[in-house]
DNA sequence: GTGAAAGCGCTAACAA
DNA sequence: TTGTTAGCGCTTTCAC
């Protein structure tokens, strides 16, 4: 628990010459070095970073704000962050809002208190007026969901496009009757994918019928059972169901087993993210990927980049359609 | 980004009762609160924790170490440990050390430096050498996952009792080749729960068969499948089997599903932990319930009284067994 | 009830 | 190449 000044006393120089060491600047002789090095190793002298903080004025923590810990989808996104972070000696809070406003704007307050030196929001459900007046003082970047016409700089896939080659994988399939498990359409992903399911059949005339377009209020696998149990009842049954995340993509698969028809046989399922569980399914899970390792690492790149000072770019990255059981008859 | 010495200047006082105001410090009159209050709200000023922080000499950051974020045992300890953290001013760092040293390593030097007031660790492949050099001199908690013979405060579950539990009731539901499915004993946790696997099949006279015994590296699903897939190899099969864990319990059935054997006619199955996707399964999953979020309230609250400097108990928690479809004949 | 001033541990501009 | 010194923003002791 030595500071500065004891190293600096021990090795018989200035604090300066210690700082520099501990700073790998080149303008101090080997020999003084050598006597700093040895004082610190005596003295197991740790820098403190709350005063090279405070000095520097930065944090070098960077926030990350995502709805719920638990939701498989953003444990690759983070990893991408969390490594990117590092190798640019950033460390990541990692922020769970429960999509609250209350938890929210703790969160916010520690930007403005300097506590965070920039945040990467993954929120569908974020403040967006709260964060556009955030970002106007403070480096901010939104990574999967954005705010369209909104001057934050983000990095996401083309969500449209990615619904639009899952249904039409169905329909290539032979599927006519198929219905969309979607989110609350107050997310822009859902409207998107919403639309791209639409684009598709319009494409090959297929007619949109509302009675097959379920909403449920959450992303969680109960909402996906419960909106396969609704679908389960129409006189005229879907013959396939593109749900907008896995997690409700597996909720509907759940309910189809229940209900002793078979997938894909009866029903084919496709669902949207590519979660480690999707795979472990029975039937393993058709399912869109998006490059959420990548996603991540270019969200903390661009947010690093924003802190330097420089302008930022949005990005839109690649998706991919992995086909599995859950479609092939 | 105003400062203190701007609002003071402002309100016309000194910093100092700046400070008080922003402090709750009772001494101030209503008169200079206001004054202070105005000045505060006219410069949009935020108290910068950067300055605060070094003064008290505290991040109020706390460290929680775990394994992967993947992993959703940990999801509803973390939720107990954050809002515990919150509502005592702190805040937590999250960090992934995929059981690598070196990762271990940056985390720990964020305790040397000062960026974290103390830690909980998770991590059951943890560096424990490291980690009691550690916490001589600075709090530490272990959650979980602990060490037998050590100095570190924890709080956990009685795992060998919990196992002794769940394999009993395979056994009163006519069991006699009762597989485990562990992963490697170099974790305390699969010792224990190993343990308590072998305590009651001794009490019912049961042979302990090596052949019925799988040892996995890591707890992801994959692993599960693999060593299912082995166990299925046996000339005499199974007729249960109990996890150590919800992932590998699914990774099991997963196996079994592919391999056309029914759950749990053919065979049953019990986890451990109640990861929400042990509900989600077909069958459900029977398994060993956890008070996660609990565990991490606890967790939290052992952490800041010992940073608070007083000292810690050890704390045992309850479990139960949650009896699902997998072996409900 | 309020202010002056010291100092938390560090970095960097300037001087030597 | 190294030292002196100011100061990052805040809290707190000691005077008044």
């Known amino acids: 628990?030595?500071?500065?000044?004891?190293?600096?006393?021990?090795?018989?120089?200035?604090?300066?010459?210690?700082?520099?060491?501990?700073?790998?600047?080149?303008?101090?002789?080997?020999?003084?070095?050598?006597?700093?090095?040895?004082?610190?190793?005596?003295?197991?002298?740790?820098?403190?970073?709350?005063?090279?903080?405070?000095?520097?004025?930065?944090?070098?923590?960077?926030?990350?704000?995502?709805?719920?810990?638990?939701?498989?989808?953003?444990?690759?996104?983070?990893?991408?962050?969390?490594?990117?972070?590092?190798?640019n000696s950033y460390h990541i809070l990692l922020c769970e809002t429960d999509s609250n406003p209350q938890r929210e704007n703790i969160y916010f307050n520690m930007i403005k208190n300097k506590l965070a030196d920039g945040a990467i929001s993954m929120d569908p459900a974020v403040n967006m007026q709260k964060l556009n007046e955030l970002a106007v003082y403070y480096p901010i970047i939104q990574c999967s969901e954005y705010d369209e016409g909104g001057v934050i700089p983000y990095v996401t896939i083309d969500n449209e496009l990615a619904a639009y080659r899952a249904v039409k994988h169905l329909i290539k399939l032979g599927h006519e009757r198929i219905a969309l498990i979607n989110v609350d359409e107050k997310f822009l992903f859902a409207r998107q994918r919403r639309s791209g399911y639409e684009k598709a059949l319009k494409e090959f005339n297929i007619p949109i019928l509302e009675e097959l377009i379920y909403h449920t209020e959450q992303l969680e696998f109960e909402y996906g059972t419960h909106a396969m149990r609704k679908l389960l009842q129409l006189e005229e049954k879907p013959t396939a169901v593109f749900a907008v995340s896995d997690t409700l993509a597996i909720g509907a698969l759940k309910e189809i087993n229940t209900c002793e028809l078979r997938v894909p046989e009866d029903i084919a399922i496709v669902g949207f993210d590519k979660i480690s569980f999707s795979n472990m399914t029975n039937p393993t899970l058709t399912t869109v990927s998006q490059p959420m390792y990548k996603m991540g690492c270019t969200a903390a790149n661009m947010l690093i980049n924003s802190i330097k000072g420089n302008k930022i770019e949005n990005v839109i990255l690649d998706h991919e359609l992995v086909i599995r059981e859950s479609t092939m008859g």
């Open 1 to 87: 628990m030595a500071n500065i000044q004891q190293v600096a006393k021990k090795a018989g120089v200035s604090v300066a010459t210690v700082s520099r060491v501990l700073n790998n600047n080149a303008t101090v002789s080997p020999a003084t070095r050598l006597k700093v090095e040895t004082a610190i190793h005596e003295l197991n002298y740790e820098p403190s970073m709350l005063g090279r903080n405070l000095r520097n004025s930065e944090s070098r923590l960077l926030l990350v704000l995502i709805p719920s810990i638990a939701n498989p989808f953003y444990s690759e996104i983070i990893n991408g962050i969390q490594d990117t972070a590092i190798s």
